[in-house]
């Protein structure tokens, strides 16, 4: 079967990404396009054959008001318009009429579909663009929008979203998300989707916080292993808006794009702006089944670079915070080298007159006093113990107390005629403009070659405020794009020209996690929080749509920093080594057994990376529970690991048998437990899913293992 089918007579067009279909009717008479299924495998003739589902239809609406790919504002449509314009004589409805469509197809790699329209008297054109990859079900939908002539007044886009998914009416819905603050970041939530429209945003210049630019819909019944869900997901990296609608009448759908409310786009005669992309998934095995696809499609179509191992990573932040020196560092790297890491970071204070947070931001040049002779001795010494070297920038920032913003004032992301907000000590650079990403690309490329950088923790510490255009622009708010995509653009460039470069997007934690950013990075940092219990309910969230080898996650001090809690080293290593590992501590203060102790932890993690990173994962129960889990299985299965934590003491109440899904029935897998409880294993993978495993671990309030499971 086609990744693509057409039937020309009906106007039914179906694709088929990874035994699941999506199917779209055009309505040559109407100017739109409808949705008519997406969910499991249809072939083309029984697309063709499924009657019309209109909605009940009066006198007061469109029966199919709520069922278009992307409703625009005009006609008897009354929901959310997906597109809504200003011409400019002030009117803003439109009339659509279908131009045609054209199919693409790259071999039995992808295809891509591609829908036209126009408004009828207008000069306005919009494409609707879908696109599937084979053996993924993931669909990919954006949109460009057109001003149809090459002279004339602007057209201004109010709404100007990727796309509307529609999903099939069912009695109740459920809508799931992430939801949080700085240092609590991806707090899963599901609750039901009320009646009227859910939005879901960030108003800050960047993915934010408090909420993730996704959202999963089902009918309140599935479960993380069964049941009907479909996600959508928006690759944006700077403001976002998500609507999830539920009509009155019965319908659900979700409209994505990037920019919040009142984020204009300005199109000049002749000219033309995309949306970003918006993805979207479904599947019958429940919500792992969704964030399985969704891993699979990061690897494959999103990340620059997935075949690389995620290194083990020593920071020194926590160990040093401002005082960095060339001594201390090289102890540390010493000492990061014993353990076995791999790549080594310096974080803020190095560079600038950095002595603490209130100056420096902009003066990207080794600090004088710290570095007389500059980086490059610290980073042939850490080289030198057969480590990567790696810096902490954040680019996109600047202290009033700076030669930069002496020189450059009007650089800054504020209006003119209002007092700037500044927090942390700091302003914002506005990326939206050539000059500032052109000098942000030079220092980053020159420092790059001149001190051998294998590594950038690309930071963003504070979000926008007094943000609009300069000069003789009309302020259209698009600034909250703009500045992501000049970001974009910058990344690209260094990538392009320092290919072995590896990147970490940090946003103060979590704040800068999407699918645009991982399309430039290597990983991101998940949280400031580094608590290990905390951790475990972060990463948790994190997991629904973001692959384990891009969640940095660190081993820190005990008592935490953050919290104060103090918790067992093996416990830290464990949730660490849920991702890609790294250490954060100050070991010249860890005991001979702490170094010991992470040595082998560390050589464990090694050994057991490929699957953790690359593997399909598992979650096995949540951090509800009293404990859980997580599953990692290899792609060919014959290897897998499990990673297993309790929080809080043991109770006499025997836990549930863990049972491990995803594994080569036919197999006998052998066991390896590095907590000694389970002893020597030999058993079937048919035996391990369908009976599992004891679920006691070991005593202690903050308990965990990890199992390692081979196949032959």
């Known amino acids: 079967m086609s990744l693509a089918e057409v039937d020309e007579s009906s106007g039914t067009i179906a694709l088929f990404p990874a035994g699941t279909s999506y199917v779209v009717r055009i309505e ?64 803003g409805p439109l009339e659509p009429h279908l131009v045609g469509f054209e199919v693409e197809r790259g071999g039995d790699a992808w295809a891509e579909v591609r829908v036209n329209l126009r408004d009828a008297a207008r000069p306005l054109d919009w494409t609707l663009h879908y696109r599937v990859h084979a053996a993924s079900p993931v669909v990919e939908r954006w949109t460009e929008y057109r001003h149809g002539q090459p002279s004339g007044a602007d057209v201004l886009l109010v709404r100007h979203a990727s796309a509307q998914w529609n999903l099939p009416v069912r009695s109740d819905y459920r809508m799931s998300g992430v939801f949080g603050q700085w240092a609590g970041e991806f707090a899963l939530q599901r609750r039901p989707l009320a009646v009227g429209e859910t939005t879901l945003t960030s108003r800050r210049g960047h993915t934010g916080h408090q909420s993730n630019p996704w ?21 944006t990296s700077g403001s976002w808006r998500i609507e999830a609608v539920r009509s009155p009448e019965g319908r659900c759908g979700v409209i994505c794009g990037a920019g919040h409310e009142g984020v204009e786009v300005s199109l000049a005669a002749g000219t033309s702006w995309t949306s970003p992309v918006s993805v979207g998934v479904y599947s019958a095995a429940g919500f792992g089944g969704v964030s399985r ?31 960095v020196t060339f001594a201390n560092q090289r102890r540390l790297a010493d000492a990061a080298a014993e353990l076995g890491a791999e790549l080594f970071v310096v974080d803020d204070g190095w560079f600038g007159r950095r002595d603490d947070d209130r100056a420096g931001l902009g003066d990207w040049t080794p600090h004088r006093r ?7 001795p610290l980073s042939d010494h850490v080289h030198g113990l057969g480590m990567r070297f790696g810096l902490w920038v954040e680019p996109e920032m600047v202290n009033v107390d700076s030669d930069l913003y002496r020189a450059h004032p009007d650089w800054v992301l504020h209006l003119p ?33 001149v001190y051998d950088v294998d590594f950038l923790k690309w930071d963003f510490n504070r979000s926008f405020s007094e943000a609009g255009s300069h000069g003789d622009r009309r302020d259209r708010r698009a600034i909250f794009m703009e500045h992501a995509a000049g970001v974009h653009g910058v990344l690209d460039r260094l990538r392009r020209d320092h290919p072995r470069l590896e990147v970490e997007s940090c946003a103060g ?12 990075t290597d990983q991101v940092w998940t949280s400031d929080n580094t608590d290990a219990v905390d951790r475990l309910r972060i990463q948790y969230g994190f997991s629904q749509v973001y692959p384990a080898q891009v969640m940095s996650a660190w081993v820190t001090d005990s008592p935490n920093p953050m919290t104060g809690r103090t918790i067992p080293l ?43 990173q690359h593997g399909r994962q598992y979650r096995l129960g949540s951090p509800d529970d009293l404990q859980h889990g997580v599953l990692y299985v290899s792609r060919d299965r014959s290897e897998a690991v499990v990673l297993q934590w309790r929080v809080g003491a043991a109770t006499r109440t025997l836990q549930p048998r863990l049972r491990l899904p995803g594994l080569d029935p036919d197999a006998v897998y052998t066991l390896h437990d590095d907590s000694g409880t389970l002893g020597s294993v030999s058993v079937t993978g048919a035996a391990l899913a369908a009976h599992g495993l004891p679920a006691g671990l070991p005593a202690g309030p903050y308990s965990s293992r990890l199992l390692r499971l081979r196949g032959r």
């Open 370 to 376: 710290r570095f007389p002779d500059g980086l490059r």
């Open 570 to 612: 093996r416990f830290r290593f464990h949730c660490a080594m849920a991702g890609a590992l790294g250490i954060g501590g100050d070991l010249t203060r860890w005991s001979r057994q702490e170094r010991e102790e992470a040595a082998g932890m560390i050589a464990l993690y090694k050994e057991v990376r490929e699957v953790v």
């Open 293 to 323: 696809a969704l891993h699979a499609y990061v690897r494959e179509h999103v990340l620059p670079a997935p075949e690389r191992p995620r290194p083990v990573l020593y920071n020194s932040w926590e160990a040093t915070s401002f005082e």
């Open 509 to 520: 934690g979590g704040g800068r996690v999407d699918l645009a950013v991982l399309a430039r």
């Open 215 to 235: 959202v999963a819909i089902d009918a309140g019944e599935a479960t993380e292993t069964d049941g009907q869900v479909w996600c959508t997901a928006t690759a």
């Open 417 to 449: 005629d209002r007092t700037p907000s500044v927090q942390r000590h700091q302003l914002v650079l506005d990326f939206s403009r050539p000059a500032v990403t052109d000098w942000a690309y030079e220092w980053l490329s020159r420092t790059i070659g």
């Open 28 to 91: 040559p008479d109407r100017g739109t396009v409808r949705h008519v299924h997406w969910g499991d495998r249809l072939a083309l003739r029984e697309a063709v054959a499924l009657p019309a589902e209109p909605g009940p239809g009066d006198s007061f609406g469109d029966p199919w008001d709520g069922a278009e790919e992307l409703p625009v504002d005009g006609g008897l449509r009354y929901g959310p318009p997906a597109l809504e314009v200003r011409y400019a004589d002030g009117t």
